[in-house]
Structures are given as C-alpha cells and as structure tokens.
C-alpha cells in the first residue's frame, strides 16, 4: 500500500527558506513520477515541482528558480527546497505519486494525472 508522510512545513518570513520532505513506503521512488502541490484556503490545488521517474524536473512558472524538486533513491523520499518564500506560497503542501510511467513534462504538475496522496504539510509566509 502506497503511504507519502510529509514533514518540514512551518511559519517564515518573506525572503526565507524551508525544506520540506515526503517518505515514501509501500513502493520505491525511483519506479514512479512524483510531485509537490500546493492548495490555498478557497482556491483549487496546483502544481508545483514533477520529478519524472529517471529524474527530470518540472516546475510552475511562479516558483522556478525558487524552489527545486529532489529525491533520495536511499532514503526513498522526495524533497522541496525552498527560497526566497513569498506571502503567496502560503498553502497546504502535498506530495504526491502517480502510476502513469509515461507523463509529458507539463503532466508532472497535473494533480488529475496522480492518484495518491499525503496528509499535507503547512507553510505559511508571513510579509
């Protein structure tokens, strides 16, 4: 049974950084897209970092060059560092895992595309 935990979130200021991280069991990272979302109180879930099976990465267009995406095969997690935190990042953080081996790049960040989640982590920027 596929189980994602994540863990990391917390309250910062804008300009600040935070590491959020997902262990994964029930089944190995490394055989399987994953990715990060984000849902802010009244408005829908969106993506925000993929991470294809042999390691390429997509991301939102309002988070790149902030936030990267990486996993540890050995550790079977996935992380998210994030810099440089805007007041507009605040939102429940999920990650999440799909079966469909074959996404496109912009797929990655699709949350219709994955079909297990975690309980979310929160992060709140405060201005």
């Known amino acids: 049974q596929v189980q994602l935990v994540e863990s990391g979130g917390g309250s910062v200021q804008a300009g600040g950084s935070l590491r959020l991280s997902c262990l994964a069991s029930?089944?190995?990272?490394?055989?399987?897209?994953m990715g990060w979302f984000r849902q802010a109180p009244g408005k829908e879930r969106e993506g925000v970092a993929g991470?294809?099976?042999?390691?390429?990465?997509y991301y939102a267009e309002s988070v790149k060059g902030r936030f990267t995406i990486s996993a540890d095969n050995a550790e079977n997690s996935l992380y998210l560092q994030m810099n440089s935190l805007k007041p507009e990042d605040t939102a429940m953080y999920y990650c999440?895992?799909?079966?469909?081996?074959?996404?496109?790049?912009?797929?990655?960040?699709?949350?219709?595309?994955?079909?297990?989640w975690g309980q979310g982590t929160q992060v709140t920027v405060s201005s």
């Open positions: 999440a895992t799909t079966p469909y081996d074959s996404l496109s790049y912009s797929d990655l960040i699709q949350p219709s595309q994955y079909d297990s």
């Open positions: 991470r294809a099976r042999f390691g390429a990465t």
């Open positions: 029930g089944y190995t990272i490394s055989r399987r897209p």
